[in-house]
């Protein structure tokens, strides 16, 4: 295990920033350039959720997301949302369906399914006072009910690690459903953690404890003995392989902890990549073994960190540019970056791309969220590459005060 003192040691387009090391040689397109629009409208609230999931479907003909008629008070479990189709082109909203597991900051984990993408979509919702997973076909109406809650899903479409929600709504609201059950309410329990899913037949199985990996870190921070660690952030790899989480526990004057862990599909070869006590934030997997992710590295500033799973080949990138935490994700030709950043002073948040390749990162626009900054009713902008890598979908408020889809497509 790694200790953290040897990982340190080791709103149109705006502009443009060259790379940190010297004069970077041009993009071979070109940077690009992007217009940004307001696609669905008010009085209601429209929203996807968390980033690096695509909301468009196979054939990018429609958008899927949430609809809500308030965005002041995290949602209890008698008020659903509606789930609905919206028009790329128009903004209009279909709805279609609705869930009462869905928070403001992830909505209900909605994907679409990898084995019908044009089709059917995967969400989180409660039956008799639990969390289950839903898949609904949005054009029959037709659907399967599956006993786990779903926090990322597979490409194959074959499998999806669960979370236990009623954990996170007691330990982190923020990304929990409120009332939902815990039933494994101890303090690090040997029968909660990760479970694997079968989307086919939904038997799932407990792979990642709780106790396990708090014992793990246990070794090298005593400190952590009466804390309850939570998982979250259940990211499979390009191709269904591995997978990473974050274990987190909060300090005595609540300041939130996490360390970075990945694991093969059913839970062997466990590595921690980032150690416990580096403050990793956000992530993406490049492809099944290279991941970006932010958090403090050689210092104290949050930076964007490329390495490889299991090395220790931390390489810093867009220093300069890339400043601070930011909800990053890979564009679908593994060249470009989208990720996002607070700005306290004017309660903005800036929406910009980057090229690991070249270097170089353009500013898309700056989008103003008032009191929705930070908080547990934060919009943060969550950007989410289009399947083609053709537009970026983002969740951002409106200039009447509504939470809504946005796309920055490219020119």
């Not at 659903?80 to 597991?101: C, K, M, S």
């Not at 809650?149 to 490409?155: E, L, N, P, Q």
């Not at 390749?357 to 902008?381: A, H, N, W």
Request: proline share 6%; charged share 25%; hydrophobic share 35%.
């Amino acid at each position: 295990m790694m200790n953290r003192r040897d990982f340190i040691g080791g709103v149109l387009a705006a502009g443009v920033l060259k790379g940190c090391a010297g004069e970077p040689p041009p993009a071979p397109d070109g940077d690009p350039k992007f217009s940004v629009r307001t696609l669905t409208s008010g009085p209601r609230h429209h929203f996807f959720g968390y980033y690096g999931i695509p909301p468009w479907n196979r054939s990018q003909s429609t958008l899927v997301c949430l609809e809500s008629t308030f965005q002041d008070h995290l949602p209890n479990e008698a008020e659903a949302a509606r789930i609905g189709l919206v028009d790329p082109v128009t903004g209009a909203f279909q709805p279609v369906t609705e869930t009462r597991a869905w928070n403001l900051q992830q909505g209900a984990m909605l994907h679409w399914n990898p084995l019908d993408p044009e089709n059917e979509i995967l969400f989180n919702d409660r039956r008799d006072g639990n969390i289950i997973t839903r898949v609904f076909n949005v054009r029959s109406g037709r659907e399967n009910i599956f006993p786990g809650a779903i926090a990322g899903v597979s490409s194959t479409g074959r499998h999806a690690l669960c979370l236990n929600y009623g954990r996170l709504a007691r330990l982190r609201p923020v990304v929990g459903y409120v009332g939902a059950k815990d039933p494994n309410p101890g303090l690090n329990p040997e029968n909660d953690g990760i479970w694997l899913m079968d989307l086919e037949t939904g038997r799932t199985r407990l792979i990642i404890s709780g106790a396990d990996i708090h014992r793990r870190l246990l070794k090298d921070h005593p400190e952590i003995a009466d804390r309850p660690l939570f998982f979250n952030h259940t990211i499979f790899n390009k191709t269904g392989t591995r997978f990473f989480f974050l274990a987190r526990t909060f300090t005595p004057d609540q300041r939130l902890e996490t360390g970075m862990f990945t694991a093969n599909r059913d839970g062997t070869d466990l590595r921690e990549v980032v150690p416990y006590g580096s403050g990793v934030s956000h992530f993406e997997w490049r492809d099944d073994s290279q991941i970006l992710a932010t958090f403090r590295f050689g210092g104290n500033e949050i930076k964007h960190v490329l390495f490889t799973d299991g090395l220790k080949d931390y390489r810093a990138i867009g220093e300069g540019f890339l400043k601070d935490d930011g909800h990053c994700s890979f564009a679908p030709d593994g060249r470009w970056i989208v990720t996002d950043r607070n700005h306290g002073d004017t309660r903005e948040k800036s929406l910009m791309v980057y090229n690991v390749e070249t270097s170089r990162g353009v500013v898309i626009g700056k989008f103003p969220v008032g009191e929705y900054l930070s908080g547990d009713l934060r919009c943060d902008l969550h950007p989410r590459w289009s399947r083609t890598g053709h537009a970026i979908c983002f969740d951002a408020i409106a200039p009447d005060g509504t939470r809504q889809l946005h796309l920055a497509t490219k020119l």
